[in-house]
C-alpha cells in the first residue's frame, strides 16, 4: 500500500499541486522516495480549522465512553495495517523494523492507555460542593467543578518518532480523549507514515461515527504552514516536540497571538547522569554498559538520550572509561533520521571537539552515508562549569563525561543546570548521602529523577512525567507522555446553581458514571 | 499602628528614599495620606529574590502541615489586627467598614483553606505504579508522581481587594500553601494597608520558624519594579490581578523570558447576563432588584461584576428596564478606590453614550468627587454585533443590555463572545430548551456558567473556577479562587526506582500520611 501524497482535511483525501510538491528521502540511501506529496494552502488551513471548529460543537459532548471506543479503534486499524506502516517508516526513517514495530505496539498502547483513563473516568477531577441555604451572613451555592476541553489543537509530528509522537502519538491521543479535534502538521521527513495513519484514524472515524473533522492532516515543509496554524483564531492549544529552536519558534507565536494559546513544547534535553562513587566502585562495568547501550539506542535519538555524565577521578571512573571506550569502539553503524539531522551532528561534534578542553575518549569506526558515529569525550569540571555551551544538546549518540575532582564539584555543576527532562544518579548505600543531596538539587532541574539507570524508555503509565523545567519544555506544568498528558488539552469549568438536567454526567448528583468525586471535601463514588 | 513606609526583604523592614518616595490618597477627600513610602530599587529586587531563593531550598521542603500551621498564623494575626487593617484600608480604598471586615473574613479564610487542603494532604494527586520485573520485553520500572512548588512567585496585589486580592490574598496564600516563597509588588493606592498585612505575615514566619526570605513586600509605583521582579530569573510565575492593558504587558514580560514563566493574570471581564423569556415573565421584580445590587455592589469594581444583560424585547424586559432604571436612580454615592479610577470610569461611560446606538435607561443622581455614577444603558443586538468594543468591560457600575429580536439573535450574541470570567442564565423551567443550547455555547466562553444568580461573590471552596478563556485570564487552564488555585504553582515530578528513604512523604511505601493515592490504577489511601 504505497501512499498517495494527499491532504485529509473533513474526511476527504485532497490532492493539491498549487503550492508545488515535495518527497520523502530514504536517509539510508539518500534517494527519493517515489510519491509527489501535496503541500497545504491557506485555503486548506481554512478548511481544516473550520471543520474542526464545527466538529468541537459535537466531538466535545459525546460520552466519554464513546470516545475510548475511537481511541480503541484507532489502534485496532494500526494494528491491521502494521505491516505496511512499519515497511513505510522503515524507508522514510531508516530505523529498523523491530525498533518501529516495538514504537508501534507503544502507540497503540497509549491510545488504549487514554482509552482506559476515560472509562475509568476520574481524569475530570469532578468536584461537588453542596449548597446550604441556611448559612450566615449569606446563603451557600451549589457548586459543581469539572474540566472542559480547550477546542482543536495542532500537533506537531516528530522527526524521531514516526508513530509515538506524530500523527496518532502521544499529543494526538490525550487531545482527542480529551475532548479536541485535532489537525496534524506531519512531519516532512516521514510523510507517507504519517498518511498511513492517518488513514487508520480515517478508518476509525467511519467505524465510531464521530465528525469528520474531528481529525485532520496537514503536509508543508519549511515553516510557514505551522506558523499558520498556531496563529489561527481557531486553534486553542499546541502540542510540539523536537528542537529548541523550533519550538521556541512555535510558541513565541502561540503567546504572542491577540488570545495566547498554551503550547506544549518539548524541547531539547541533555539528561544528566551522575555516577556516584561506590556505584562506580562497584558496578562500574555493568554501568558502562548499560551507559553505551542507552546512549546509542535508536543512533542516540532520544529526547532522554543520556548526553552528560558526571563523576569525580578515580580509579574506578578510570575503568569505567576504558570499558566504555572500548564498547563505543565496537558499535556497529546506525543511520540517522534524516541526512539534515546527521549533518548537524557531524558538525556539532566537531565544533565541541575543537574545544581545547574537550578530550575525544572514543569514537565509533568511520561511518558512511547519513551513519551515526557515536562519541564519549570528557572535561574538567572546572573547564565545563566556564563553557555554558557544553550543557546544550548534540541530537545523538554524543555524550559528555564532566571530570569532578571533589564532592563540592559535583554538586556546583548539579546547581549549574538548567532544565531537562530526566537525570539519574547512579548510588548504592554507602552514596546515600551525596545521593540526597543530589536528589534536592537535581529534582528542581526536571521532570523526572532516576535511579540506577537511564532515562531512556520512557514507560506510558499513570505516574510518568516527560516535561520539565526549560528548555525541556517549554509549559513547565505538563507532561506529554502518561495519562496527565490529558491535562493539557482541559480547563477548569464551574456551574453554580445549575439544573441536574443542564450538568455534564460527572456531576449529575445520581453520578450515572460512577467516577470518584470529591464532594463536600470528602472523595466518594457514591451518589448524592 | 499607623504605617511606616518601609520595604520587607528577608525579616527586615527597610526605609529607602534612593528611588523617591510616595504617599497614598485617600480617595473619599482626595488628600494625601501622612505616611511616605519607600520605592525599591534593583538592589532590593535582588536582594528580595536572593533571599526568596535562598528560602525555597528549605520551605519548599518543610512538611505541608507545617506550611499550614504558617497560613492559620498568618490567618490569626490578621484577627488580631483587623482593627487597625481595616481603618486603614478604608482611607486608602473608600471602601466601608463593613465590607472591608467581610473581605478580611474572606482572607482568612482562604488562609485557612488552603491550610485544610494541606492537611488533607490530595492536592499533590500522588500517583505509584509498581515495578514488575518480570514483565515481557522488557521489566516495568517503579513510577512515581507528585507535585513539586515551581519556585519563587510574584504576586501583584490588586486594586479592588486590598486585603482578598492582595498582600495575603487568594495568590499569596496559595502560593505559599504549594511551597512557592513570595515576593508580592505592592498595590500603590493602599500601601499602608499592604505594611499591615505583610507585618501579620512576619509574626506568622517567627511565631512558626519558617525561613526569613519565604515572603517580601515591595513598593513601587509605575510598571518599573513589577516588570523589573516578572523579569528576574529567581522568579518561577506570576500572579495578578487587574486591567487586560497592565496584565497583558506583564505576560508578555513573562512569557519573552530566556526562561519562560506561568503568568496567571485575572483581567477584564463583562460577565455576560442572559435573561430568558419565563424567567423575566415569572420574576422581572426580584431578578430587577437582584440586577442592581449586584452591578452597584462595591461601586460595581468586582471582576464577576454583570456588565451585560441580553433579552428578547417584550412587556416583561420593558418591566425589569423601568424598575432597574428606579432602583438605579435611587442608589446613594459610593467612592471608588482611586481618582484614576474614577476618571476612567466616567470616561468610557461618556464615550460609551455618545455612540448613536447606545439609549442611557438610567443614570444615578449626580455625584462629587471621586463617586461612582450607576448607569444602564441598552443597544440592539444588531448594533451591538456590529461594535465589538461594547463587549469590552467599563470598571465600575456601568452595564448594557443588549435587546433582541428572538431567540436566533440571543444565540448569536452569545456566539460572538470572547472570553469571561462568567456567564449568567435567568431561566424557569420553560426556558429549558433555550437554557440548554445557551448553556452549550457560553460553557465554551466562561469559567463558570451560574443559573439564576449573579457571578459577585465568589464562593471560596474546592469546586469554584474563576479564570476563563482570554482576555478573562491570560491562562485559560487556571483559576485564582478556590482549592484548584494551588495547582497554578506546582509542577509535575516523577520518581523512577527511587530508594523509599529519598523519596517525599506522599509516595513512601507506608503513606505516612495517609492520603489518597492512586496506586497501579486504584485510588486508595492504604499503605503498598
Same mark, same amino acid.
Given at each position: 500500500?504505497?501512499?498517495?501524497? %494527499?491532504?485529509?482535511?473533513? @474526511?476527504?483525501?485532497?490532492?493539491?499541486?498549487?503550492?508545488?510538491?515535495?518527497?520523502?528521502?530514504?536517509?539510508?540511501?539518500?534517494?527519493?522516495?517515489?510519491?509527489?506529496?501535496?503541500?497545504?494552502?491557506?485555503?486548506?488551513?481554512? $478548511?481544516?480549522?473550520?471543520?474542526?471548529?464545527?466538529?468541537?460543537?459535537?466531538? *466535545?459532548?459525546?460520552?466519554?465512553?464513546?470516545?475510548?471506543?475511537?481511541?480503541?479503534?484507532?489502534? +485496532?486499524?494500526?494494528?491491521?495495517?502494521?505491516?505496511?506502516?512499519?515497511?513505510?517508516?522503515?524507508?522514510?526513517?531508516?530505523?529498523?523494523?523491530?525498533?518501529?514495530?516495538?514504537?508501534?505496539?507503544?502507540?497503540? !498502547?497509549?491510545?488504549?492507555?487514554?482509552?482506559?483513563?476515560?472509562?475509568?473516568?476520574?481524569?475530570?477531577? #469532578?468536584?461537588?460542593?453542596?449548597?446550604?441555604?441556611?448559612?450566615?451572613?449569606?446563603?451557600?451555592?451549589?457548586?459543581?467543578?469539572?474540566?472542559?476541553?480547550? @477546542?482543536?489543537?495542532?500537533?506537531?509530528?516528530?522527526?524521531?518518532?514516526?508513530?509515538?509522537?506524530?500523527?496518532?502519538?502521544?499529543?494526538?491521543?490525550?487531545?482527542?480523549?480529551?475532548?479536541?479535534?485535532?489537525?496534524? %502538521?506531519?512531519?516532512?521527513?516521514?510523510?507517507?507514515?504519517? /498518511?498511513?495513519?492517518?488513514?487508520?484514524?480515517?478508518?476509525?472515524?467511519?467505524?465510531?461515527?464521530?465528525?469528520?473533522?474531528?481529525?485532520?492532516?496537514?503536509?508543508?515543509?519549511?515553516?510557514?504552514? +505551522?506558523?499558520?496554524?498556531?496563529?489561527?483564531?481557531?486553534?486553542?492549544?499546541?502540542?510540539?516536540? !523536537?528542537?529548541?529552536?523550533?519550538?521556541?519558534?512555535?510558541?513565541?507565536?502561540?503567546?504572542?497571538?491577540?488570545?495566547?494559546? #498554551?503550547?506544549? @513544547?518539548?524541547?531539547?534535553?541533555?539528561?544528566?547522569?551522575?555516577?556516584?562513587?561506590?556505584?562506580?566502585?562497584?558496578?562500574?562495568?555493568?554501568?558502562?554498559?548499560?551507559? =553505551?547501550?542507552?546512549?546509542?539506542?535508536? $543512533?542516540?535519538?532520544?529526547?532522554?538520550?543520556? @548526553?552528560?555524565?558526571?563523576?569525580?577521578?578515580?580509579?574506578?571512573?578510570?575503568?569505567?572509561?576504558?570499558?566504555?571506550?572500548?564498547?563505543?569502539?565496537?558499535?556497529? #553503524?546506525?543511520?540517522?533520521?534524516?541526512?539534515?539531522?546527521?549533518?548537524?551532528?557531524?558538525?556539532?561534534?566537531?565544533?565541541?571537539? &575543537?574545544?581545547?578542553?574537550?578530550?575525544?575518549?572514543?569514537?565509533?569506526?568511520?561511518?558512511?552515508?547519513?551513519?551515526?558515529?557515536?562519541?564519549?569525550?570528557?572535561?574538567?569540571?572546572?573547564?565545563?562549569?566556564?563553557?555554558?555551551?557544553?550543557? /546544550?544538546?548534540?541530537?545523538?549518540?554524543?555524550?559528555?563525561?564532566?571530570?569532578?575532582?571533589?564532592? &563540592?564539584?559535583?554538586?556546583?555543576?548539579?546547581? *549549574?543546570?538548567?532544565?531537562?527532562?530526566?537525570?539519574?544518579?547512579?548510588? &548504592?548505600?554507602?552514596?546515600?548521602?551525596?545521593?540526597?543531596?543530589?536528589?534536592?538539587?537535581?529534582?528542581?532541574?526536571?521532570?523526572?529523577?532516576?535511579?540506577?539507570?537511564?532515562?531512556?524508555?520512557? /514507560?506510558?503509565?499513570?505516574?510518568?512525567?516527560?516535561?520539565?523545567?526549560?528548555?525541556?519544555?517549554?509549559?513547565?506544568?505538563?507532561?506529554?507522555?502518561?495519562?496527565?498528558?490529558?491535562?493539557?488539552?482541559?480547563?477548569?469549568?464551574?456551574?453554580?446553581?445549575?439544573?441536574?438536567?443542564?450538568?455534564?454526567? &460527572?456531576?449529575?448528583?445520581?453520578?450515572?458514571?460512577?467516577?470518584?468525586?470529591? =464532594?463536600?471535601?470528602?472523595?466518594?463514588?457514591?451518589?448524592?
Amino acid at each position: 500500500m504505497d501512499p498517495t501524497g %494527499k491532504l485529509l482535511i473533513n @474526511g476527504e483525501w485532497i490532492i493539491s499541486t498549487q503550492s508545488g510538491t515535495f518527497y520523502a528521502e530514504n536517509p539510508a540511501t539518500s534517494e527519493e522516495l517515489p510519491t509527489a506529496f501535496s503541500q497545504a494552502t491557506s485555503e486548506h488551513v481554512e $478548511a481544516a480549522v473550520g471543520a474542526a471548529t464545527d466538529a468541537f460543537a459535537v466531538y *466535545s459532548k459525546i460520552s466519554a465512553v464513546k470516545r475510548a471506543s475511537f481511541l480503541e479503534a484507532i489502534a +485496532g486499524a494500526m494494528e491491521r495495517t502494521a505491516d505496511q506502516i512499519v515497511e513505510r517508516a522503515g524507508l522514510e526513517t531508516g530505523l529498523p523494523d523491530m525498533r518501529l514495530r516495538g514504537e508501534l505496539g507503544r502507540t497503540t !498502547g497509549q491510545l488504549r492507555l487514554f482509552a482506559n483513563l476515560l472509562k475509568r473516568g476520574d481524569w475530570q477531577r #469532578p468536584v461537588i460542593d453542596r449548597a446550604d441555604p441556611d448559612r450566615q451572613p449569606v446563603a451557600k451555592p451549589d457548586i459543581r467543578l469539572t474540566q472542559t476541553p480547550l @477546542g482543536p489543537v495542532v500537533v506537531f509530528a516528530a522527526s524521531n518518532f514516526p508513530l509515538a509522537f506524530s500523527t496518532a502519538g502521544g499529543d494526538t491521543a490525550s487531545a482527542l480523549a480529551a475532548g479536541c479535534p485535532v489537525i496534524v %502538521k506531519a512531519h516532512s521527513a516521514h510523510p507517507g507514515t504519517s /498518511e498511513l495513519v492517518a488513514n487508520c484514524i480515517l478508518s476509525a472515524i467511519e467505524e465510531t461515527g464521530v465528525p469528520a473533522g474531528t481529525f485532520a492532516l496537514l503536509h508543508g515543509p519549511g515553516r510557514s504552514l +505551522g506558523s499558520a496554524l498556531v496563529q489561527h483564531p481557531g486553534i486553542k492549544a499546541g502540542g510540539f516536540t !523536537g528542537s529548541v529552536a523550533g519550538g521556541r519558534a512555535l510558541f513565541d507565536l502561540a503567546v504572542q497571538r491577540p488570545e495566547p494559546i #498554551p503550547f506544549f @513544547g518539548e524541547l531539547g534535553s541533555t539528561n544528566p547522569v551522575f555516577l556516584l562513587d561506590e556505584a562506580l566502585a562497584s558496578k562500574n562495568e555493568a554501568i558502562a554498559q548499560m551507559f =553505551v547501550g542507552a546512549m546509542t539506542l535508536g $543512533a542516540g535519538q532520544f529526547c532522554t538520550n543520556p @548526553g552528560i555524565l558526571v563523576a569525580k577521578r578515580s580509579d574506578a571512573t578510570t575503568s569505567f572509561c576504558e570499558l566504555a571506550a572500548s564498547l563505543i569502539a565496537k558499535q556497529g #553503524p546506525q543511520t540517522m533520521l534524516t541526512s539534515g539531522i546527521c549533518a548537524s551532528y557531524r558538525e556539532e561534534n566537531s565544533q565541541r571537539q &575543537e574545544e581545547v578542553s574537550v578530550r575525544v575518549l572514543a569514537q565509533a569506526p568511520n561511518v558512511n552515508g547519513n551513519e551515526a558515529q557515536p562519541v564519549l569525550m570528557s572535561v574538567s569540571a572546572v573547564d565545563y562549569l566556564a563553557n555554558p555551551q557544553l550543557q /546544550e544538546e548534540i541530537f545523538g549518540p554524543s555524550a559528555l563525561l564532566v571530570l569532578c575532582e571533589n564532592d &563540592e564539584e559535583v554538586q556546583t555543576v548539579a546547581a *549549574s543546570f538548567h532544565g531537562h527532562l530526566t537525570c539519574s544518579i547512579f548510588a &548504592e548505600e554507602a552514596d546515600v548521602k551525596a545521593s540526597a543531596e543530589l536528589a534536592s538539587t537535581l529534582q528542581n532541574k526536571v521532570g523526572r529523577v532516576v535511579f540506577n539507570g537511564f532515562g531512556t524508555g520512557v /514507560e506510558v503509565c499513570a505516574g510518568m512525567s516527560h516535561g520539565g523545567p526549560y528548555p525541556s519544555s517549554t509549559n513547565v506544568q505538563s507532561t506529554s507522555v502518561g495519562e496527565r498528558a490529558i491535562d493539557r488539552f482541559v480547563r477548569p469549568l464551574c456551574f453554580q446553581n445549575t439544573p441536574d438536567v443542564l450538568l455534564p454526567d &460527572e456531576l449529575k448528583d445520581a453520578n450515572p458514571l460512577g467516577v470518584l468525586r470529591l =464532594v463536600d471535601g470528602e472523595w466518594t463514588t457514591k451518589a448524592l
